[in-house]
C-alpha cells in the first residue's frame, strides 16, 4: 500500500475563486475541519502566495499575518504552510514573519522555465530545516526532459520535493505520465502534482501521476480554484482508497468540510464554464478569465478570443497588462475587417 501525501490548498488556491476574501470564520472554521479530517500539510493566503495582496492581482480581505494566525491557531497535529512567488513575495517582508508565525512547510513557485529565481528563498528555509517544496507551474509550456532540467535546479537548493502545476488545465493523462515518469525517475526528492480542471481532467490526471510516481497530491475541498477549479480533495482521496493507496484521511469529515464549510463560502458552482474550457484549450492561466472579461466588455470582443491570442503568444501570470493590449488589438482588427466588407459591398 503506498503512502500518498495530500495536501490541502483550499485556503490558497481556493481564494481565486471568491476574490481573495476568506474571512478569518471561513479560516477558522475550515482550519478546525482540516485538522479533523487529518490533513498532513494545510495551505493558507492568498491565491497567489505571500506579499501577493495588490491591486494587480486582488486585495486579501485579511494580510497574511491575520490569515497565517487564524489558521495555526485551530491546529495542533496539522502543518501550517504558505506558498510563495518570488518577486511577490520577499524574505525579508514575508518569509521572515511567516515562519515566526508558525508556518512549517512552504512551497516556492516559479515559472516552469525560470526555477534560477526560486534559489535564494528556497536555500534560505532548508538552511533553517523549514520543510520546502519547489512548484513549478504552467508545467505544459515544456518538455518533460526540460522540466526535469528545472526540478534539478530546485533539488540542488534543498527542497524535499518537486511539484508541477497544470496551471491552465491543459494536459492529458499522457502529458502528466510523460512529465510525471520522468521526472520520478531523475530526482532523489519526491515529485508532486497539482491539477486544474478546465478540460474535466482534474481527478484522471491526478490519478495518472500517482501510477507515474507522484507521491504528493495538492488539492481543493470542492475543487475550490480558479477558473473551473482544481482537484476536488475528497474526490480524489475516495478514488485514491478505492484503489489501495494509503492515506490515513477522514473521508467522512473531508465531505462533511466540502458540504458544511466549503458550500456556503463559495460564490458559485465550480463549474467548466466557455471561458474555462477556452483558458484549457489555449493553455492560458485560469486567472486570466475575469481580466479577459473586463477587457472584452471595454473593447467589445469575445473574451474567448482573447484567451487564444494569449495562448498564442504563451502569456503567462504576472503579465496581465498584455490583456488590455491584446483585447485592443483584436477590436482593431474587426474594425478594419469590417470596414474592408463594406467599401467592398459598395464596390
Known amino acids: 500500500m503506498k503512502q500518498i501525501l495530500i495536501i490541502d490548498s483550499t485556503l490558497r488556491d481556493g481564494s481565486h475563486a471568491i476574490g481573495q476574501q476568506f474571512a478569518r470564520d471561513d479560516i477558522s472554521k475550515y482550519a478546525a475541519g482540516a485538522e479533523k479530517a487529518g490533513i498532513k500539510i494545510l495551505m493558507v493566503g492568498h491565491g497567489n502566495g505571500l506579499g501577493a495582496s495588490s491591486l494587480q492581482l486582488g486585495f486579501s480581505k485579511l494580510t497574511d499575518r491575520e490569515m497565517l494566525k487564524t489558521a495555526k491557531s485551530q491546529l495542533t497535529k496539522t502543518k501550517l504552510g504558505a506558498f510563495l512567488i518570488p518577486g511577490f513575495g520577499t524574505i525579508e517582508d514575508d518569509l521572515t514573519p511567516a515562519l515566526k508565525l508558525g508556518v512549517q512547510v512552504v512551497m516556492v513557485a516559479s515559472h516552469c522555465t525560470e526555477a534560477n529565481v526560486t534559489k535564494q528563498h528556497v536555500e534560505y528555509l532548508s538552511g533553517r530545516h523549514i520543510t520546502t517544496y519547489g512548484v513549478l507551474m504552467m508545467a505544459h509550456m515544456i518538455s518533460a526532459k526540460k522540466l526535469l532540467e528545472q526540478a534539478k535546479l530546485m533539488q540542488s537548493y534543498g527542497v524535499s520535493g518537486v511539484l508541477i502545476m497544470d496551471s491552465a488545465g491543459n494536459m492529458l493523462p499522457e502529458d502528466v ?136 503568444r504563451k502569456i503567462i501570470a504576472g503579465q496581465e497588462d498584455i490583456i488590455l493590449d491584446v483585447a485592443m488589438n483584436i477590436a482593431q482588427k474587426k474594425k478594419v475587417v469590417k470596414e474592408n466588407a463594406e467599401i467592398e459591398a459598395l464596390i
Not at 458552482?269 to 479577459?292: D, R
Open 177 to 312: 505520465r510523460a512529465r510525471i515518469s520522468t521526472l520520478a525517475a531523475g530526482l532523489k526528492v519526491d515529485v508532486g502534482f497539482h491539477a486544474h480542471n478546465n478540460l474535466g481532467m482534474a481527478i484522471a490526471n491526478s490519478i495518472t501521476a500517482v501510477r507515474a510516481g507522484a507521491k504528493i497530491i495538492d488539492g481543493t475541498s470542492r475543487g475550490l480554484g480558479a477558473g473551473a477549479g482544481n482537484c476536488q480533495l475528497e474526490v480524489i482521496v475516495a478514488v485514491l482508497l478505492r484503489t489501495g493507496y494509503k492515506l490515513d484521511l477522514d473521508l467522512y469529515q473531508l465531505m462533511d468540510n466540502s458540504e458544511e464549510i466549503i458550500a456556503d463560502i463559495m460564490k458559485r458552482p465550480q463549474v467548466i464554464s466557455s471561458i474555462s474550457l477556452t483558458s484549457g484549450i489555449a493553455g492560458v492561466f485560469s486567472g486570466f478569465a475575469p481580466h479577459a472579461k473586463r477587457a472584452a466588455k471595454k473593447f467589445k470582443v469575445d473574451p474567448r478570443d482573447i484567451l487564444i491570442e494569449l495562448g498564442k
